[in-house]
């Protein structure tokens, strides 16, 4: 159950609800995000709900079954937008592609990269200035100094930038630089990540985990909501599977039960999906007829330099093929 305050709510009358609900020994949680405060309720059984909703202080009751609350499409039926500034929405119709390099390398590239993206009418670029590698000596990232040659040059063009956060002690000195904080598959259940996460008011993309579930990754976005952050947005890039054909088994059917089951975006990135170049164009196609509400791809000027994932990214020319070929998609749509 999810209780509705009025922003303006006393002490007093917050102080009269918590008390009705301790009297019907029913569990209650207070979350306060940048568009509500809320009590987070866990019935251990039936109640009549009129006994809280008379209660001044109250906008509105929700019955939330099931296990996610703040996410679930149960009590906000309205769809989420992202509003991550500069007239640049995420969800409910608005569609977004974030393209870039696995890895952010050089000032040379990043020029290059925004280049494109300009010519093409993209307005976020991804990149990755801290890398989880499998191998500790394969190259890890130009870490901040990377980023802020990396913000430097996209706000000057107009660009926004998604970036990937690996620790909770990063994010203070990585907020004026980023627009999107980005949770890799390997971070998904960091929930001290999620939660410290939770307590900024940044947009956060979260990416289903390497073997993850749907409820997983519900359960995590739910870790960011509880904190006080509804700026979220869920990620399918494809989980780990018995088939060793392609990288990942990039799961299209967990966009519509995403939307069925949340009120969050839902974008596809299917350069990790399937790990192979000349495969991405495809499966892109496929992700934006699943009904995604964005997609996050690998692009480079020279794929087979590339410094991480060279073997999945498209080059440009591609990219600008892929791009016309979109929206021609979404029109049909």
């Known amino acids: ?31 306060r995000t940048q568009n509500g405060q809320y009590q987070i309720c866990t019935p251990k059984a039936e109640f009549d709900i009129r006994n809280i909703g008379h209660l001044d202080g109250i906008v509105d009751v929700h019955r939330v079954s099931g296990k996610h609350k703040m996410v679930s499409h149960k009590w906000k039926i309205d769809r989420s937008i992202i509003d991550i500034g500069d007239d640049v929405k995420m969800g409910d119709g608005h569609f977004e592609l974030m393209a870039g390099p696995c890895s952010i390398e050089s000032e040379e590239q990043i ?10 009418g993209v307005r976020i670029m991804r990149g990755g200035v801290y890398k989880p590698r499998t191998s500790p000596y394969s190259f890890r990232g ?38 999107i904080f980005q949770v890799g598959a390997r971070n998904a259940q960091n929930f001290n990540l999620l939660e410290a996460l939770g307590e900024v008011d940044k947009p ?10 749907i409820d997983e990754l519900l359960f995590s976005a739910e870790y960011i909501f509880k904190n006080g952050n509804e700026k979220i947005i869920l990620c399918e890039r494809g989980i780990r599977t018995f088939e060793t054909s392609y990288r990942n088994t990039l799961d299209l059917n967990a966009i519509p039960i995403l939307k069925e089951k949340s ?17 991405v164009y495809q499966m892109t196609l496929a992700a934006v007829a699943s009904g995604c509400d964005g997609i996050l791809i690998e692009i480079h000027k020279t794929p087979n330099s590339a410094a991480t994932d060279g073997q999945q990214t498209i080059d440009f020319k591609e990219f600008s093929r892929l791009t016309e070929k979109i929206k021609k998609m979404r029109e049909i749509l």
């Open 263 to 279: 009120h969050l975006p839902v974008i596809v990135d299917p350069s990790h999906g399937i790990g192979i170049r000349k495969h």
């Open 204 to 213: 956060v993309l979260i990416k289903r985990g390497i073997s993850g579930s």
């Open 142 to 179: 130009l870490g901040m100094d990377g980023l802020k040659l990396f913000y430097k040059t996209c706000s000057e063009n107009g660009i926004k930038i998604i970036t990937e956060v690996m620790e909770a002690g990063q994010i203070e000195a990585m907020m004026p630089y980023v627009d």
């Open 111 to 120: 020029i290059n990269t925004v280049e494109c993206l300009k010519n093409n």
């Open 1 to 31: 159950m999810i209780i509705q305050l009025k922003e303006e709510i006393t002490q007093k009358e917050l102080k009269s609800l918590n008390e009705v609900l301790d009297e019907m020994n029913i569990d209650h949680y207070p979350v």
